[in-house]
């Protein structure tokens, strides 16, 4: 979650466009007492956001693979669990920077978009008719 900030800064720009958008909800900071209470909270979420990755009104994901500690192009454990429940559930997968090499494979064979940075691109493809 430490892309938070550019994450709703995605969702605005593509309502902007006129695509329905959301983000996940920020999960950090939450003052958890045990570590058991923050795995509670963990599943939970992520079980919420894998359910609305499967909804049918859902059409693709956008993975906002932002560079973090000096890796380009990072995806994380929780990222790529999202973006395998995406391409089991057959929705479209972009990633808004390019592949992320430790799984660049797997996101071929799932079909994933690199974007490099070109958000017009989804944006234009989103609106156009299925």
Do not use: C
């Amino acid at each position: 979650m430490a892309h938070q900030t550019a994450m709703r800064g995605l969702r605005a720009a593509l309502r902007a466009h006129g695509i329905k958008a959301v983000a996940p909800a920020d999960e950090r900071n939450r003052g958890m007492a045990t570590l058991e209470a923050r795995r509670r909270f963990k599943r939970r979420v992520s079980r919420a956001y894998f359910r609305r990755i499967r909804r049918d009104d859902v059409v693709a994901i956008l993975v906002a693979n932002r560079p973090k500690r000096g890796r380009k192009n990072y995806i994380g454990p929780n990222t790529f669990a999202e973006i395998a429940i995406a391409f089991d559930a057959r929705k479209a997968i972009y990633l808004l920077a390019d592949v992320y090499a430790p799984f660049a494979d797997e996101l071929a064979a799932w079909g994933a978009i690199a974007l490099k940075g070109d958000v017009e691109r989804l944006a234009d493809t989103l609106r156009k008719p299925r």
